[in-house]
């Protein structure tokens, strides 16, 4: 399995507090992606990442960001939860962002 | 707007049998396109994935058919195991574009016994 790790893996917190979510990664990969699953959606893109301190935005990047300081942990945060951003999130990893990703295993988030 | 439209939703399948997925594109420059197989508790795992520069590719029983005219893309699983029980996804992307993938809404296989 590649070296994803995401914490925490469950967690649960009210609306209007900020949140942030950690992915380390231990493959020295150069891309870091976050999505989120909702049932009825697939997966869908955030934001992602293609070095250290360069991101960009994804599909669904409202109301989140991100931050990447060192090529092994890629954070994404909600500065003021809501409900609707309750969902699992996932990260993924790609070498070069031509390969194929490799995700994590996941943060359930529970917003009340 | 979804790009990618899966079908069906969810499908029961008896061992033995032949389990196929279907997904639909609409973005003409999507060139890559890869399957993900999820069981509960984990993330996607990349299954096999699909260049439309070819029709067809195998792995074990394992098969993607891609038809780039009717921008249409299908699993077939050959054989279907009770082991095979999980959600798959097939998902697109753009060469260039870091390779955000777009996916389809998922279809849970159930491999009876």
């Known amino acids: 399995d590649a070296g994803i790790t995401q914490s925490p893996r469950h967690k649960v917190t009210e609306t209007g507090t900020p949140v942030t979510l950690r992915c380390h990664q231990t493959e020295n990969h150069r891309y870091m992606y976050w999505y989120r699953q909702d049932p009825g959606h697939g997966l869908r893109l955030i934001h992602y990442s293609y070095g250290v301190k360069d991101t960009d935005k994804g599909e669904v990047s409202d109301g989140y960001s991100v931050s990447r300081s060192k090529t092994e942990d890629f954070l994404l945060t909600l500065e003021s939860a809501t409900s609707s951003q309750t969902s699992v999130y996932f990260c993924?990893?790609?070498?070069?962002?031509?390969?194929?990703?490799?995700f994590g295993d996941g943060t359930r988030l529970s917003i009340l | 707007q979804q790009q990618v439209k899966q079908s069906p939703q969810s499908l029961i399948v008896q061992k033995g049998g032949i389990s196929i997925i279907n997904c639909a594109y609409e973005?003409?420059?999507?060139?890559?396109f890869p399957w993900y197989q999820q069981f509960p508790g984990k993330g996607p795992a990349l299954l096999i994935a699909?260049?439309?520069?070819?029709s067809e590719k195998k792995e074990g029983r394992f098969t993607i058919s891609f038809n780039k005219s009717a921008k249409q893309f299908s699993l077939h699983i050959m054989d279907s195991q009770p082991g095979d029980s999980a959600t798959y996804f097939c998902?697109?992307?753009?060469?260039?574009?870091?390779?955000?993938?777009?996916f389809g809404s998922g279809t849970q296989l159930t491999v009876l016994p």
């Open positions: 699909i260049r439309p520069d070819v």
């Open positions: 998902a697109a992307s753009i060469e260039g574009s870091a390779r955000q993938l777009t």
């Open positions: 973005n003409t420059a999507f060139d890559y």
């Open positions: 993924a990893i790609s070498v070069t962002g031509t390969e194929p990703q490799h």
